[in-house]
């Protein structure tokens, strides 16, 4: 059973920081692509960010995010983070982190077959 466990939320004021972690239990994350989604009050989800498996390299980035949201992965501690940086009171949501097959990763709620539960990120003044 694939196991996937966000961390890290919490309530910050504009401007500040987050970073967010996923963890994963009976996968070894490195060999996945892993994205970051987000679903704000009375939105639908939408994708945040994105890391293609092994070296590939490949990073995607929603327009919105751009500059301000770093995702890496540490190999040693089984993680994907996404680093979130100005916040601000529209990156409000809970996020998801979820696994993938795929030679690419791409932003799309369709690719990712397990999905954790989710993390609160709520930025308010």
């Known amino acids: 059973q694939v196991q996937l466990v966000e961390s890290g939320g919490g309530s910050v004021q504009p401007g500040e920081s987050l970073t967010l972690s996923c963890t994963a239990s009976?996968?070894?994350?490195?060999?996945?692509?892993i994205g970051w989604f987000r679903q704000a009050p009375g939105k639908e989800r939408e994708g945040v960010s994105c890391m293609s498996a092994r070296d590939s390299g490949r990073l995607v980035y929603a327009d919105s995010v751009k500059g301000r949201f770093t995702i890496s992965r540490d190999n040693v501690k089984n993680t994907v983070y996404l680093r979130m940086t100005s916040l601000r009171p529209d990156d409000t949501a809970i996020y998801y982190c979820a696994r993938a097959n795929g030679r690419e990763c791409q932003i799309r709620e369709d690719e990712y077959r397990y999905w954790g539960l989710g993390t609160q990120v709520s930025v308010s003044a």
């Open positions: 009976s996968t070894m994350l490195y060999h996945y692509n």
